[in-house]
């Protein structure tokens, strides 16, 4: 198998030589530093002039690289080469490009163990990226500032430029052949070098690529090259991006813009290599190292479109042992490559951190268990006093010697008598009890009344446990739980892990009652509101999901049927409710009377009108009494009358018993 070489965006830039021999490793501080991987000692270190203002950005080493011991001593540096002797320093000397944040292109040699030159005066943004020609004399750079650059190491002049991305070029690598190149920002570009015009588009990844890896099948057994049409026709190449859980792979001539694999991982990629074989029927090697300092290996022949993410094959980490005084902590892995030197598949692992990093070969195995490495921790140191061996040697004392000495030297009392024991005299600034105790009152009630009364506003540490433990009560008295700030808080504090089970918790509930369903839609609302960028990462979801998807809309498929329905009863109800109002009115028509007559005239009418304006104006009671005294007069008036009226009738009477007579 052969390796490639690898560049890392990150604020630690690590690169492996050609063959494996040396590591390069340049961290925020901007100083270089080579290690030898036999020995795991540090061979050169190199702290450039403006390494505290401009830092590495990236590094690539120069391939075809001969293996020579390391010289001591720095060399002066050449003033002048000729063609000829650049190619030939390049093999010999071993450069190695650093892309630095200023825009500079450094290239450091191995040999001289001193700076080689310095390519300036064209980025002008931070350099992103570097890739190598198979020759040796044209070095490839891209920038922030979007344009890609070749430079003539002969001459160190600018042999082309090109603007390749709009929002600068993350990433670039040359594809087998080396007559087209590949950048990267978001999406991805395919570009022919001679002409610097754009020949292919692929989707690429929603955040930015930085990393590229080319991958070429088309070397044979005995290792000599087929033409470069056969070349590209098997030419893939991988893409990783900050941030995404998935490792894309592709296929260079493919019409297709979407990616023909895809590598799922558990957790952020941190550094990618990748290993292939000289034939097209063997699978490549994929080693990622995660942010967590967890090494995922994966195994896969490139020979068709896979619809589901791969998993890995195989896991690797390392841990210390565990102790007494506590349990084993993790080592984080820095870096891994496929070991070409020998004919088995072994794995170049550098663990630890890069103060003191360790280099070890773990055979692979194909078996595909997880291998977990138990080492010490080469930050403690295990050199223990052996007590045998020391010099020092502690005499024997008894308690009971007695020590003489001069009168004016004051000895150690060894007695423990009363009578030499000098009493503490006591002070007038001397706190009493009753003082203390007052004082540890009022400590106490002014941390009382600074503490605040504890919010039980979430429950997040109950659903942890229930999902953990898979308890029903746990589960069902947290999910039944409906105040919606209640659950946003729970899905906001939730630990990470934890997120994907609560999902496939929700999924499972959702296919039993509609009623318990009813309370579990706002649970499933809040959790995908918050981490569905998270969950976005999960490519295994899409199964989950997609039954969840399906039964949703299984139970929403008659609601239209259902809202046409209650719309049509409503119209009845309606129309209903409106000829029985209209009875009701003609009901109340008939029974009402035709025809109402008052009779304003009536003696009542005027007596209340005559009350009315009596108490209206005070000055009618003389009015009043003088009708009175007329009514008296009038009623005097008829008793006259009637009275002659009788004795009329009296004579009347009179005459005609007479007449009788």
């Known amino acids: 198998m052969r390796s490639i070489a690898h560049v890392l965006e990150m604020a630690e830039c690590i690169s492996y030589s050609d063959n494996c021999e040396y590591l390069a490793h340049s961290g925020a501080d901007g100083v270089l530093k080579i290690w030898q991987t036999n020995t795991g000692k ?4 190199y702290v450039p002039s403006s390494h505290l203002s401009t830092t590495c950005t990236c590094l690539s080493w120069a391939p075809n690289r001969i293996p020579h011991e390391i010289p001591r001593k720095k060399k002066k540096k050449r003033k002048s080469a000729t063609a000829h ?3 030939g320093v390049v093999v010999e000397t071993d450069l190695l490009a650093l892309g630095t944040s200023s825009g500079v292109v450094l290239l450091y040699s191995l040999k001289k163990g001193d700076l080689h030159t310095q390519l300036t005066a064209e980025h002008t943004d931070e350099v992103k990226c570097v890739c190598w020609e198979s020759g040796c004399s044209t070095l490839y750079s891209g920038s922030r500032d979007g344009h890609v650059i070749g430079w003539d190491l002969e001459n160190s002049k600018v042999k082309c430029k090109w603007k390749a991305e709009k929002n600068g070029v993350k990433s670039c690598c ?15 570009k395919l570009w022919d070098i001679h002409k610097q015009e754009l020949i292919r588009k692929f989707t690429g990844h929603s955040t930015d690529v930085f990393q590229l890896l080319p991958i070429s099948l088309g070397e044979n057994s005995a290792g000599n090259s087929t033409a470069a049409d056969e070349l590209a026709s098997r030419a893939y190449f991988l893409s990783t991006a900050v941030g995404d859980r998935l490792i894309n792979a592709w296929w260079i001539n493919s019409k297709s813009k979407s990616a023909l694999a895809s590598f799922s991982l558990p957790s952020e ?10 034939n097209k029927e063997q699978p490549i090697l994929l080693l990622v190292v995660t942010k967590e300092g967890q090494l995922i290996v994966f195994e896969h022949v490139l020979n068709g479109t896979m619809k589901k993410p791969l998993k890995p094959k195989l896991a690797l980490q390392v841990s210390t042992p565990k102790t007494s005084s506590g349990p084993p902590k993790p080592i984080r892995v820095l870096s891994a490559v496929v070991s070409s030197n020998t004919s088995d598949t072994e794995l170049l692992l550098c663990h630890g951190n890069f103060l003191k990093p360790t280099f070890e070969r773990v055979p692979y195995k194909t078996d595909g268990t997880d291998i977990c490495l138990i080492r010490e921790d080469p930050m403690q140191s295990t050199v223990k006093a052996d007590e045998s061996i020391s010099k020092i040697k502690t005499p024997n004392t008894s308690l009971e010697v007695t020590v003489f000495g001069p009168g004016h030297m004051s000895l150690g009392v060894t007695g423990t008598s009363s009578a030499n024991k000098k009493k503490r005299k006591s002070s007038s600034n001397e706190v009493t ?12 009630s002014k941390k009382s009344s600074s503490t605040h009364a504890p919010k039980a506003d979430t429950m997040v540490h109950l659903l942890a446990q229930g999902l953990q433990s898979h308890d029903k009560k746990i589960l069902n008295n947290v999910l039944q739980n409906t105040n919606e700030d209640v659950i946003r808080n729970t899905v906001k504090k939730l630990p990470v892990p934890i997120i994907v089970p609560l999902v496939e918790e929700l999924s499972k509930r959702m296919h039993g009652h509609s009623q318990s369903g009813r309370n579990l839609v706002k649970w499933v609302r809040i959790v995908f509101t918050l981490h569905a960028s998270y969950l976005m990462t999960f490519p295994d ?4 999901l997609s039954t969840l998807y399906q039964m949703m809309d299984s139970r929403l498929n008659s609601l239209g049927r259902l809202s046409r329905l209650q719309g049509k009863l409503d119209l009845m109800l309606s129309q209903m409710t409106a000829a029985s109002q209209d009875d009701e009115d003609e009901n109340e028509a008939l029974d009402r009377p035709m025809l109402i007559y008052q009779d304003d005239s009536s003696d009542e009418d005027v007596m209340d009108q005559e009350v009315s304006l009596g108490q209206d104006h005070p000055d009618l009671e003389d009015n009043w009494e003088d009708d009175t005294s007329d009514m008296d007069l009038g009623q005097d008036d008829t008793d006259s009358d009637n009275e002659d009226a009788n004795s009329k009738e009296m004579i009347d009477s009179d005459s005609e018993t007479s007449s009788d007579d």
């Open 42 to 45: 540090l061979a050169q270190e």
């Open 85 to 87: 002797d650049v190619i």
């Open 174 to 188: 040359l594809c087998p052949g080396e007559n087209t190149m590949l950048t990267a920002s978001r999406g991805i």
């Open 269 to 278: 990629p941190a550094l990618v290599h990748v290993s292939f074989p000289s």
């Open 433 to 444: 009890i009753e003082e203390r105790i007052n004082l540890m009152k009022i400590d106490k």
């Open 541 to 544: 979801l899409v199964d989950t």
